[in-house]
């Protein structure tokens, strides 16, 4: 009865592993809010705040009291989350820095940079949310689209993000005080893999690894880093995948996320904050690897097909550096 009684066992620890997450889910959603500005500081950091769960993650940071440096490519939209902000909490300031994150690494970028730097300089800035990122383009093969396309998303999602935290984390050191969340993805993290979103799945594996290593050399700093795993949340990048339908029951809208998002800030080093999220990691853990890949592999090349009958994609001139120039966006499918 010994092999008996040790299979007992090992089938109970796995249960108890399993559970704790949703167990630690529940007690964090008991205990009571952190105070993020007495806790970090008086300012946050948001980028890509206009849409979806930046503009969400900023309204509700605002809501806890904390002024926001707001970074965007639009003027107009950023005009609009600072009325926003100001009617939701009209005792927080909001400051707008214009900064388009594709142009990260050239002269452009470089000036915008600077203009964020000496902006953040100047504030007690507590919290960063990287949250802006790319996906396009969808479903696609390295050699349906451009290089430039690829690049895009290599300044947005990976180069971008350790710019903007490289320009905040100097007086994070100073203050001895600070919290800096990437927003990753379950992508790179439950699934074994993401055809045909190679690229995205890979500068997403980055963001994970980056927020790891930095949460071990700046935690004695009194720096808690953090990337968060969020699986799919309504809106436009989600329409992008066409098996987002499928996990409709499992998909919060950005507010519901940015709630859970700024409760878990400071709380592990990577973490998934949704509940619904959570419950779509544990069925990503449970199906076997090979059968997922291939339940994705078919979805996407379906998605493909799909997207290229709506929109062709031309083919590139001889000579070219781009093999082709992929048109359309991951809001496509929406």
Request: charged share 20%.
């Given at each position: 009865m010994a092999w008996f009684a040790s299979l007992a066992l090992l089938g109970a620890l796995h249960v108890a592993a399993l559970a704790f997450p949703v167990l630690s889910h529940l007690a964090l959603c008991l205990r009571r809010h952190k105070d993020l500005r007495r806790r970090y500081g008086a300012w946050a950091v948001v980028t890509g705040p206009t849409s979806g769960m930046g503009r969400s993650t900023a309204l509700e940071l605002a809501r806890r009291g904390m002024n926001?440096?707001?970074?965007g490519r639009n003027p107009a939209k950023l005009r609009d989350i600072s009325a926003a902000i100001s009617k939701a909490a009209p005792a927080?300031?909001?400051?707008?820095?214009?900064?388009?994150?594709?142009?990260?690494s050239t002269?452009?970028?470089?000036?915008?940079?600077?203009?964020?730097?000496?902006?953040?300089?100047?504030?007690?800035?507590?919290?960063?949310?990287?949250?802006?990122?790319?996906?396009?383009?969808?479903?696609?093969?390295?050699?349906?689209?451009?290089v430039e396309a690829w690049v895009d998303m290599i300044?947005?999602?990976?180069?971008?993000?350790?710019?903007?935290?490289?320009?905040?984390?100097?007086?994070?050191?100073?203050?001895?005080?600070?919290?800096?969340v990437n927003f990753g993805s379950m992508s790179s993290e439950a699934l074994p893999s993401l055809p045909l979103y190679t690229m995205y799945a890979a500068t997403k594996r980055y963001v994970a690894?980056?927020?790891?290593?930095?949460?071990?050399?700046y935690r004695s700093k009194g720096i808690d880093?953090?990337?968060?795993?969020?699986?799919?949340?309504?809106?436009?990048?989600?329409?992008?995948?066409?098996?987002?339908?499928?996990?409709?029951?499992?998909t919060?809208?950005?507010?519901?996320?940015?709630?859970?998002?700024?409760?878990?800030?400071?709380?592990?080093?990577?973490?998934?904050?949704?509940?619904?999220?959570?419950?779509?990691?544990?069925?990503?853990?449970?199906?076997?690897d090979w059968?997922?890949?291939?339940l994705l592999l078919r979805e996407h090349l379906w998605q493909r097909k799909e997207l290229r009958r709506m929109r062709p994609l031309p083919r590139a001139p001889a000579g070219s550096r781009d093999l082709v120039s992929y048109t359309c966006t991951s809001g496509c499918l929406s």
């Open positions: 926001l440096v707001l970074v927080v300031q909001t400051k707008t820095v214009v900064l388009d994150l594709s142009l990260v002269a452009q970028g470089d000036e915008a940079m600077r203009r964020l730097r000496r902006t953040v300089e100047a504030l007690d800035v507590g919290v960063l949310v990287n949250n802006a990122g790319v996906l396009d383009p969808p479903a696609a093969f390295l050699h349906d689209a451009g300044r947005v999602n990976l180069l971008a993000l350790t710019e903007v935290t490289a320009a905040v984390i100097p007086g994070m050191v100073e203050r001895r005080r600070g919290a800096v690894r980056f927020s790891k290593c930095l949460h071990l050399e880093v953090q990337c968060q795993a969020p699986f799919f949340v309504t809106g436009a990048m989600a329409s992008g995948f066409s098996e987002a339908k499928l996990f409709a029951p499992l919060p809208t950005p507010d519901d996320y940015a709630r859970a998002a700024v409760r878990w800030i400071g709380h592990g080093a990577l973490c998934v904050p949704n509940l619904r999220h959570q419950i779509a990691w544990f069925i990503a853990y449970v199906v076997p059968l997922l890949e291939e």
